[in-house]
């Protein structure tokens, strides 16, 4: 069973963002380059994120939304398949990204965008 481990929001305005989820839930940020790592606390479970500057949608598969999901899997090939053969699509097909593994970008039957990710199989 895939479980969401990890969420990505999309910001116009880094500091009203940062500043809306530190007033309304507590959350922390750091940044780490382009992206700041979004901390929603210790307590309890829960997932934690980042926060990416909003960009044309070309650039991330067409996605222009302001927050999605990641899943890891178990095998990046098979959920693809799986996602096509129930309606959805595969919009970004996968990649490897260093220190995260196999990625893809997919949409449920709906449109809703979510991320896949394999844990890398060839790690370093």
Known sequence: MA????FEMYANDFVRMRTFYESVFGWSFVQQGERWAIRTGTAGSGIDGSMLERVDSATRGDFSGGLMLRMR???IDEASRAVENHG???TVPTIP???IGLF???TDPDGNYFQMVQEDPYPA
């Open 97 to 99: 990204v260093p220190d």
């Open 3 to 6: 479980r969401p481990v990890h």
């Open 104 to 106: 893809s970008i997919g």
């Open 73 to 75: 899997v178990d095998d």
């Open 88 to 90: 959805g699509l595969i």
